[in-house]
């Protein structure tokens, strides 16, 4: 029986995987025969059996068939039993069959894979000393087996194995208990096992918890690599089904012993963790940081220290924390700490005094996850995102982390943060405009619905610190010229601090910047003399037309001879003769009530005060040249209403010959 049944599995398991049918020709005499057709039968039953599930599945077997030619055709038998005289019709039916006689000695055929013989054998073995895990042998072994071909040794040395757990985890606790103290121990200690497809998360927690526990706490220092495999697969079961092991930690744990507080290290960074965290805390408790770094990774402890609530007792090693922040795990602990009031930002700063440039990054990064605490820490965030923004380089998934963070930041409510990280942005970008062009395009709308004045001049002075490079002055413009946000212009203060503003600004912008009661004229009015020096025709024809002229004169300081000339561009602007008369004579509507038609927009108003600055501006007198200018249509100075004789003398004073007088006195006659 027992080669026969070795042989049938060996052949049958490899022609399933190389399509060639076995066959097993036998005398018809001891087909007839009961006990020698129970006997093939059996042989072909334990064949059937002992193959991986996937082929199990779709083996079809045949006993006795008189005629192999369909059964090898159509039905795709994998297994049959015919009479020796059968023998040829079956060949020409299936080139690639291999035929075995009644012992299973092959007739006919190619010779198996090399570990398709052995991998028969340890079935038998196994199958014979446990004939109860035969069913389940199978199924578990499938999960093993990728469909390689030939076998791998490796997956042939695991049968004994496979059929051990099919028997123990069908068993009792004690059967568990002693396979894995008695097998599984010592199969780790030889091999690295494919542990989580050889047992699963269920079946490993129906093995005694206590058992798993000590073997998951051993100190990985003497391990082979196969017993460190079997740690890992206990410690992701673990995690898995939310396992605590504070039980068996506090037997065995000895805080003076460094191999164990090494080993404790190591699995406080589980996730999820398998300790709780108030026992982490309790047990590394007075245990510096400068003390644990030679035993191992201290993220777990200080994540369990977190969640406990009391890492705010290693606020006093700054200095140790600054160095530890280089890893991304322990940034991020710090940060939240940071975030829920357990540790101050001390060890921020020393990170920018002290800090490795990639170190730096990785704060910054940490501290951005949390854009509305890191935004509401103000300074310290705006110092280590300048610090970040002077290395000489910034790695490109750095930027592109903290482009998507500002996303997140409301400029309004946090504007030096937001302005921080756009100009980090645009610096470090790999092509203009890439990173940086949708933060800019969400930031107008969000600036334009800003009510509240406190929150206007805040992002105002940032806009306008003159620390940025992206999200600078030149920015405020639009392509027209006009200010952005709309409400810029009430903040006269800020904007004219900013040279390059002052340039780029349309004159129009500038104008409507002139300050309310309560403001400072002279910056604005500085201002608009430096433009007007520029331009004094064009200025000065803006400034009467917006109403300004008069306050920007009383406030400016002008240089000698400048006075005469801004009082000339007065009397002869544009502005006064914009809405023209019908009539021969071209004269504005306003000079002569009831002539001419309706204006298309209000005519500017000349008041008394701005005719008597004039005159004071003219004070070096009207040459006949002056007072051609100023009569000769279409261009005329403005009538003030009952005050007419009073203007008309006050220019006669100031002419300095009898030409001019006689120019002004016709102009005169020819208006009134």
Not at 40 to 66: K, Y
Request: hydrophobic share 45%; proline share 8%.
């Amino acid at each position: 029986m027992r080669n026969l049944a070795v042989e049938l599995l060996t052949h049958l398991v490899d022609g399933m995987v190389r399509g060639c049918p076995v066959l097993v020709a036998t005398t018809k005499e001891l087909l007839c025969l009961g006990p020698s057709l129970d006997f093939l039968v059996t042989a072909a039953a334990f064949a059937r059996a002992g193959l991986p599930t996937r082929l199990r599945q779709r083996c079809r077997v045949r006993i006795p068939s008189q005629n192999p030619g369909r059964f090898l055709g159509a039905e795709g038998a994998d297994l049959l039993v015919i009479p020796t005289d059968q023998t040829e019709p079956a060949l020409i039916a299936c080139r690639d069959a291999t035929i075995l006689d009644r012992r299973g000695v092959r007739q006919v055929g190619s010779e198996p894979a090399p570990t398709a013989r052995a991998y028969a054998l340890a079935v038998w073995e196994e199958a014979t000393r446990f004939p109860q895990g035969l069913t389940a042998f199978g199924a578990r072994f499938d999960r093993l087996w990728d469909g390689a071909w030939p076998l791998p040794q490796s997956l042939v040395d695991l049968i004994p194995t496979v059929f051990k757990l099919g028997v123990a985890l069908h068993g009792s606790p004690q059967q568990r208990a002693n396979l894995f103290a008695n097998h599984l121990i010592e199969r780790a200690k030889n091999a690295e096992l494919p542990w989580r497809l050889l047992i699963s998360d269920d079946e490993w927690r129906t093995f005694p918890e206590d058992r798993l526990t000590a073997y998951l706490l051993r100190e990985p220092g003497g391990l082979t690599a196969g017993e460190l495999a079997l740690q890992r697969a206990i410690e992701g079961t673990f995690g898995v089904g939310g396992v605590r092991i504070d039980s068996g930690v506090h037997s065995w744990w000895d805080r003076e012993d460094a191999a164990k507080r090494s080993r404790l290290l190591t699995l406080a960074r589980s996730t999820p963790t398998l300790i709780s965290p108030t026992l982490m805390a309790s047990l590394f408790g007075g245990l510096s940081l400068a003390t644990l770094l030679g035993d191992g990774p201290v993220s777990g402890l200080l994540a369990a220290e977190l969640d406990a609530g009391t890492l705010g007792r290693r606020a006093t090693e700054a200095a140790t924390l600054t160095f530890l922040a280089a890893d991304a795990a322990v940034t991020g602990i710090l940060c939240r700490a940071a975030r829920r009031g357990l540790l101050d930002l001390s060890w921020i700063a020393r990170v920018i005094e002290h800090g490795e440039p990639a170190t730096m990054s990785q704060v910054l990064l940490g501290l951005a996850s949390y854009p509305e605490e890191s935004a509401s820490w103000g300074e310290t965030t705006e110092r280590l995102i300048a610090a970040v923004r002077g290395l000489p380089q910034v790695d490109g998934a750095t930027v592109l982390t903290l482009a998507r963070i500002a996303e997140g930041i409301d400029p309004a409510v946090h504007p030096g943060v937001y302005f921080g990280l756009l100009d980090l942005v645009c610096a470090a970008e790999p092509a203009p405009g890439a990173l940086s062009s949708p933060l800019l395009e969400r930031l107008w709308p969000l600036l334009d619905v800003i009510g509240d004045p406190v929150a206007r001049r805040r992002v105002a002075a940032e806009l306008l610190g003159g620390h940025w490079t992206c999200p600078g002055p030149g920015l405020l413009i639009d392509t027209s010229g006009t200010l952005r946000p709309a409400w810029l212009h009430t903040l006269p203060d800020l904007l004219l601090a900013s040279p390059e503003l002052m340039v780029t600004m349309t004159l129009k912008e500038l104008i409507r910047m002139r300050p309310g009661r309560r403001g400072d004229p002279a910056p604005w009015a500085a201002a608009v003399t430096k433009r007007w020096r520029g331009d004094p025709p064009t200025v000065t024809d803006a400034l009467i037309a917006a109403d300004a002229w008069y306050d920007w004169r009383r406030h400016a300081v002008l240089d000698p001879g400048e006075g005469h000339q801004s009082a000339m561009s007065w009397l002869v602007a544009p502005a006064w003769v914009h809405h023209r008369a019908a009539g021969p004579e071209g004269l504005p509507p306003h000079w002569h009530r009831g002539h001419g038609r309706a204006p298309d927009r209000r005519p500017p108003e000349c008041n008394w005060e701005a005719w008597r600055q004039v005159m004071i501006d003219l004070d070096t007198g009207l040459a006949a040249v002056h007072v051609r200018s100023i009569t000769a249509p279409p261009t005329h100075w403005p009538w003030i209403y009952s005050r007419e004789q009073e203007q008309v003398a006050d220019l006669e004073a100031r002419c300095l010959d009898t030409e001019g007088r006689d120019w002004l006195r016709q102009a005169a006659a020819r208006d009134t």
